[in-house]
């Protein structure tokens, strides 16, 4: 075999070969191969397959440095991904390490995905993987659209609209239009509390009290135990559709259709402050502090299009939550930029 390769004659052909077989169409070109392996032995055919293995079969993500094979991966969408991780050990080992790819799926899903995040992340000794986080919201999701990921309890005991509810804890406040408030337990679904007060746009409680507002113009303090009346906060020319308070601050808040916003005194029922910021529907932040009311800032939604924004507002200390016609809004109380 040596000696074949090395006569100057079998060179000259070898050669004269390549030049003609270059110069062949692709249906020629092929037919020829096909001659040429029927008159192969196992010998050759052992040579060819060994040939073709590092020809075709090339596992490019396997000899690409990790930053190029990042970068492919990047153009993958994450189901493509998935599905690549079972062609080999190696492949799915470069995925899972590839967290840019992942926390890029995990933010298409909605997911808010924050540099503090990221590097703890990092530095964690945990062995969960951003792949694990992107399937484990998936399958959520799908829980939540196949209506598995809840469980559905109704409470019976209004007659009328329910327009009112607050949750806090276990339990579970509703004011409706029979003008009646009642206090759930949710563990069990049993009415705890019913108080006889008045119609209900807004409420909030704690163990002790609840408060409401009205569409009788009126913000209502009433006690759970007794079903009292504690105090009766009147003011409002109008409905009132939200109310908060601060026991801290011996505070309650109150916004009405009337476009004001109130400031009582919890323990007198005395109106304190009557600010008139508002012209339409929209998110103001106040400062409540006792020696300063005045308006810190006005949110408004990131769109040029109007957005009526509702009377439905969530506040924790870190985000602040609004409810329009069309969607759900959240702004950073930091920044007070809205976020999504």
């Known amino acids: 075999m040596t000696e074949c390769f090395e006569d100057s004659g079998f060179s000259l052909w070898l050669k004269t070969f390549c030049d003609t077989f270059s110069t062949l169409s692709n249906d020629q070109k092929n037919s020829a191969i096909e001659g040429i392996i029927d008159t192969c032995g196992p010998e050759q055919l052992r040579f060819l397959s060994t040939k073709l293995e590092t020809l075709v079969k090339r596992d490019y993500l ?31 080992k470069v995925i899972l390490s590839c967290d840019d790819v992942w926390q890029n799926a995990c933010r298409q899903l909605g997911m808010e995905v924050k540099e503090d995040n990221v590097d703890s992340e990092r530095n964690s000794t945990s062995t969960t993987t951003w792949k694990q986080i992107y399937i484990s919201h998936v399958q959520d999701m799908k829980k939540l659209k196949d209506e598995g990921a809840v469980e559905k309890k109704q409470l019976y005991g209004h007659t009328a609209r329910v327009f009112a509810l607050y949750y806090r804890g276990n339990y579970l406040a509703t004011g409706s239009d029979d003008r009646s408030i009642r206090l759930w337990d949710l563990k069990t679904g049993q009415c705890k509390y019913v108080l006889k007060a008045h119609t209900c746009a807004d409420v909030c409680f704690d163990d002790d009290k609840v408060i409401t507002a ?29 109310v908060d308070y601060s026991d801290e601050l011996d505070t309650v808040v109150s916004g009405s259709a009337d476009s004001t916003l109130r400031i009582w005194k919890m323990s007198s029922g005395q109106c304190v402050q009557t600010r008139y910021g508002h012209s339409d529907w929209v998110v103001k932040i106040w400062s409540v502090d006792r020696e300063c009311y005045k308006c810190l800032a006005t949110l408004s939604p990131d769109t040029e299009s109007t957005v009526n924004l509702q009377p439905r507002l969530q506040f924790d200390g870190h985000k602040i939550v609004c409810a329009s016609e069309t969607a759900i809004l959240l702004w950073d109380f930091k920044t007070l930029q809205m976020t999504r």
Request: charged share 20%; proline share 3%; glycine share 4%.
């Open 62 to 92: 396997k000899c690409l440095p990790l930053e190029l094979s990042f970068h492919v991966l990047k153009w993958l969408d994450p189901v493509s991904l998935c599905k690549c991780c079972l062609v080999s050990k190696k492949w799915n």
């Open 214 to 242: 009205s569409f009788d113009n009126t913000v209502g303090m009433w006690d759970w135990e007794t079903g009292e009346r504690l105090q009766c906060f009147r003011g409002h020319t109008a409905a009132v559709f939200s």
